[in-house]
């Protein structure tokens, strides 16, 4: 009976993980496929970039504020239905927008509506659920996982870029709905287990990983140091992240580069994403956390010097490229280093809490480029501050302790 429970405790782990990847592919590729849209958008609707850009700021901050929610209902609920209702949401959004022509319309159906469905199977709520069911090599299962966001930019990105082309941006978002749905309805329903399920690996996973020490409530928790630093790392890393992959293209093209090779700069970045994520993984789980964090940022300072100051369109291809490296960095650390150093308890709302904060000034981020972009002409403002932020958010690591009892 134990040898048969293993077999299926190993298979059932096995069908999560291809669900997480998979759910994370369609959900990177239909955030970042908006960096496409963003030029054949303001051409036809005429609103200026900065008016699409808060769309995107809307789409952050509400995604964001729904994450410690989404993160409760984890914690007390299974995640079938919960990814079920998000992809509808999700899904039906997407087909609304392709009819959006005033900018209240866009903001409301992008800004609120999207980002509800969205946020519901993102990073966060994803790696909690795959984070239940690796109680053991949680960051090398998560980077598997996250995995699936590099691949999606790479995929839905370049799928987007020729349906664009071929049919604009209207029957795109349509059509990409529409695949979304078809999937991921039938892998939720095939390969994610119910609610009573997954309250039991919990127990399991408690059990075995003795984070029963966290007596804390939630509100010391998020007000001590190590959550403060933890907290202002995410922060960082949202600015910087959906400042360069809204602006990424339209920055490229600004500067002389092909369209069509700005498309696919932008696509191949998920690709160095994936060996960003993956080393991530592998170095949380046989070292520490912290390791990986510190070359994400160290790279980061040394990309954005030169990106500051150069025009040459190739020179930014390949600085962008190393960029996308970093892209999904430390998108797995954020279960390890909430794990080690806060243990379980209150660990879905702990991890959408620091999602929000990477989604809500990622937000920002984007609306700053928008803003910047349409008084000054320029993005070089932007990416000056990105050379201080990219060494506050290396102090920020050094400070954080790593457990590794956890």
């Known amino acids: 009976m134990i040898i048969l429970k293993d077999i299926f405790g190993v298979r059932q782990q096995f069908k999560v993980l291809i669900a997480a990847f998979i759910l994370l592919l369609f959900n990177s590729g239909l955030r970042f496929i908006f960096g496409l849209m963003l030029i054949p958008m303001d051409e036809e609707l005429s609103w200026g970039r900065s008016v699409l850009s808060f769309g995107v700021t809307a789409f952050m901050v509400v995604g964001a504020l729904a994450l410690p929610f989404y993160g409760k209902l984890f914690d007390r609920y299974g995640h079938r239905t919960i990814l079920i209702i998000s992809v509808i949401v999700a899904v039906g959004s997407l087909i609304l927008i392709s009819g959006a022509s005033k900018p209240w ?9 999207f980002a509800v469905g969205h946020a519901g199977f993102s990073t966060a709520t994803i790696s909690v659920m795959t984070t239940r069911w690796f109680p053991t090599k949680t960051g090398m299962a998560n980077s598997v996982a996250i995995s699936g966001n590099g691949v999606g930019q790479l995929l839905m990105v370049g799928l987007a870029a020729s349906l664009i082309a071929e049919y604009g941006w209207r029957l795109s978002y349509q059509f990409l709905a529409i695949g979304t749905f078809l999937v991921l309805i039938p892998l939720i329903f095939l390969f994610v287990r119910t609610g009573q399920d997954l309250s039991e690996v919990d127990k399991e996973n408690d059990l075995d990983s003795g984070s029963v020490r966290s007596g804390k409530s939630f509100a010391n928790t998020v007000l001590s140091g190590q959550f403060i630093y933890l907290f202002s790392m995410y922060a960082i890393c949202g600015f910087q992240d959906f400042f ?15 369209p069509q090779l700005a498309g696919n700069m932008l696509a191949l970045m998920g690709v160095a994403a994936l060996g960003g994520v993956v080393l991530s993984g592998y170095l949380s789980d046989r070292f520490t956390p912290r390791l990986p964090a510190i ?12 990106l500051a100051f150069i025009s040459n369109p190739w020179l930014i291809f390949i600085l962008f ?3 996308g490296f970093t892209f999904l960095i430390t998108a797995p650390l954020t279960v390890v280093f909430a794990r080690r150093i806060f243990g379980l308890s209150h660990f879905g709302t702990l991890v959408g809490t620091l999602h929000m904060i990477h989604h809500i000034t990622g937000g920002l981020g984007a609306f700053a480029g928008g803003i910047v972009f349409d008084t000054a002409g320029t993005y070089e403002s932007v990416i000056i501050v990105m050379i201080g932020l990219s060494a506050a958010g290396l102090i920020t690591v050094f400070l954080l302790k790593d457990n590794r009892a956890f």
């Not at 319309?105 to 509506?113: D, H, M, S």
């Open 321 to 323: 490229l190393l960029y």
């Open 244 to 258: 360069v992959a809204t602006h990424v293209t339209p920055f490229a093209i600004d500067n002389k580069m092909d």
């Open 105 to 113: 319309e866009f903001i409301l159906l992008y800004g609120l509506l």
């Open 295 to 306: 070359f994400c940022f160290g790279l980061r300072v040394v990309l954005f010097v030169p």
